[in-house]
């Protein structure tokens, strides 16, 4: 018995211990962080059929109308998530109103955007054809509501253009019956102011400074003209011009005199000619006016013009007056006339301004 024992004790403190092998367990998934590896997974969760991690990669980055970098990538979420939210059944009682909320924004985003065909679910095509339709019907509705806006106003401006135009026929009558000052403006000719004896004042209207130049000169150009007639038949000169080479019948200081005299008032007479053309081509006025008279405006020459008509043939009687014209003919003219002097006749001429 006791061999027996210590046999097994020693085969006990033999035998090597047998340890377990621990159990293997799977890697966990790795945790998307960028927008497009978040889609990217919530689309392979999709395919799989796990809607709520689809709804948790996606919602928060969709929430309260946040919005993705890239507008084809957000488009992508929205459908995904819309689809998913419709097929959960764990959020069934909220999942229409939430995924028709996905849907509207989508078709904001586009008038235009329609989903892929063939790729998600039948209650998705459901909702966005129902969404559809009622976006257009809104929008048809507002079409006729503008329209019916249009229909009105323009109803309004038909009688607003028919009471102006009665408006405008009547000022148009009193238009062409009014009257206006027709005025007749003539061209001058500035050479005419270059004639001496107070031709050039006469001839701008100035008859009482023409008066006295006139005077002016005919006295001094007289006087002037008197003493040269009393020199020449008094004096001569012996020498030409040399210094005292003049001789006269006269007394020698009487001769110098009057010739001196004769120096000053003919200096005077042409100094006065002077002044005279200076002066009238200052005062020139480039046109004057030859009448002025008021008629009506109907009767004016060129008002069909004026109101943008074609004018018609001209009548056969004389044609209207103008309301203001310029004549290029000038008051100014010269013609032959008779002369009588004292013992007989001539040939003058006659000028008229």
């Avoid at 367990?25 to 709520?52: C, F, M, R, Y």
């Avoid at 062409?176 to 001496?196: I, Y």
């Amino acid at each position: 018995m006791r061999l027996l024992a210590c046999s097994l004790a020693l085969g006990v403190a033999v035998a090597s211990p047998v340890h377990a092998r621990p159990p293997t367990t799977p890697a966990p998934p790795l945790v998307p962080t960028t927008e497009t590896d978040k889609v990217n997974a919530a689309i392979q969760a999709w395919s799989q059929g796990n809607w709520a991690r689809v709804r948790a990669l996606l919602e928060p980055m969709l929430v309260d109308g946040r919005k993705l970098g890239d507008p084809l990538l957000e488009e992508a979420a929205l459908r995904y998530l819309s689809d998913a939210t419709l097929q959960d059944p764990d959020i069934a009682p909220v999942s229409q109103e939430w995924a028709t909320g996905y849907i509207k924004r989508l078709l904001a985003s586009s008038p235009d955007w329609r989903p892929p065909a063939d790729t998600h679910s039948k209650a998705f095509y459901d909702l966005y054809n129902s969404l559809r339709e009622e976006r257009d019907r809104a929008s048809f509705n507002m079409c006729k509501g503008e329209r019916a806006a249009c229909i009105a106003d323009l109803d309004e401006l038909k009688v607003r253009h028919s009471a102006l135009g009665r408006d405008h026929e009547r000022l148009r009558k009193a238009y062409e019956q009014q009257e206006v000052e027709v005025v007749e403006k003539v061209a001058r000719n500035r050479a005419v102011a270059l004639v001496p004896f107070g031709v050039g004042h006469f001839y701008n209207g100035n008859k009482a400074l023409g008066g006295v130049f006139l005077a002016s000169e005919l006295a001094i150009g007289a006087a002037a003209l008197g003493l040269f007639i009393k020199r020449v038949s008094s004096c001569d000169r012996l020498n030409g011009y040399q210094p005292s080479s003049l001789v006269c019948d006269l007394q020698e200081e009487p001769g110098l005199l009057l010739r001196n005299a004769e120096q000053t008032m003919g200096i005077l007479f042409l100094g006065t000619l002077a002044l005279d053309i200076v002066l009238a081509q200052v005062l020139f006025r480039p046109f004057t006016t030859a009448k002025r008279v008021r008629v009506p405006r109907s009767e004016l020459k060129g008002d069909d013009d004026a109101r943008g008509k074609k004018p018609g043939k001209p009548p056969a009687g004389k044609p209207g007056p103008r309301s203001s014209g310029l004549r290029r003919s000038d008051i100014l003219q010269v013609a032959p006339a008779p002369t009588f002097v004292p013992g007989g006749g001539g040939l003058g001429v006659k000028i008229r301004f």
